[in-house]
């Protein structure tokens, strides 16, 4: 089947820590989303990417960072300077970047110790 | 910028209830439109989309029009059940062509035998 896979499905942090969240699909598409849901909120773009090396800032960038060396993976690292990381994170893919439809994976859910 | 306001919730109905969540949106040129829906603790699936005024998107029962002269997108479903019960997400692809997706805040419906 195809789709977007992303791991874990929970994650824990402890403070002054790097931590990465993976992000797969098998859909052959060129563009990818991250996503920040906060409880009660829409989703908040952090980064995305139109093709493979190369990845745009988002509306909340600070403090993540994420990496395109590959189609079908974009992989999210939340680090230290990131002050509030608890959220549910979303990844996205397209056929392209524009007016194409998204389609999401099921999401990770980063906690902090 | 642009933006999108829902109703907020939660709706609470009976099955077989009539379902409306409204959503307006403000945007320059002509977005493409999307429903999506978040059951708990699971990522988004698309629900429904229109790309251009006057077009009307449906699946599983639901419909939306979109109304370029009310900047509307409100869904509707005239009989709803139990499992229907989940976050809605109205949603607009922003200007630039960089894929954006630009959400409201999600509106919880929540259907009771």
């Known amino acids: 089947d195809g789709g977007i896979t992303q791991s874990p499905k929970y994650l824990f942090r402890k403070e002054g820590q790097n931590v990465t969240l993976s992000c797969e699909q098998n859909?052959?598409?060129?563009?990818m989303y991250w996503y920040r849901q906060d409880p009660g909120q829409g989703l908040r773009l952090i980064y995305y990417s139109q093709i493979v090396n190369d990845f745009q800032k988002g509306d909340i960038a600070e403090g993540y960072s994420v990496s395109r060396e590959k189609k079908e993976s974009f992989p999210l690292t939340v680090t230290s300077a990131q002050k509030n990381p608890t959220a549910f994170y979303l990844c996205?893919?397209?056929?392209?970047?524009?007016?194409?439809?998204?389609?999401f994976g099921p999401g990770t859910r980063l906690l902090v110790l | 910028g642009d933006s999108v306001t829902q109703m907020e919730g939660p709706v609470t109905l009976s099955e077989e209830a009539f379902l409306t969540i409204n959503c307006t949106y403000t945007?320059?040129?002509?977005?493409?439109l999307f429903w999506y829906v978040q059951y708990p603790g699971e990522g988004l699936q698309l629900l429904l989309k229109?790309?251009?005024?006057?077009d009307k998107g449906s699946n599983k029962g639901f419909e939306a029009t979109y109304r370029k002269e009310t900047t509307s997108f409100h869904l509707e479903k005239g009989s709803v059940q139990v499992s229907d019960s989940a976050v809605y997400f109205c949603?607009?692809?922003?200007?630039?062509?960089?894929?954006?997706?630009?959400f409201g805040q999600g509106t919880t419906l929540q259907v009771k035998p």
């Open positions: 859909l052959n598409h060129d563009a």
């Open positions: 945007a320059t040129g002509y977005p493409s």
């Open positions: 949603a607009l692809i922003g200007s630039g062509n960089t894929g954006k997706l630009i």
């Open positions: 996205a893919s397209s056929i392209r970047a524009g007016e194409e439809t998204q389609y």
């Open positions: 229109a790309t251009k005024a006057d």
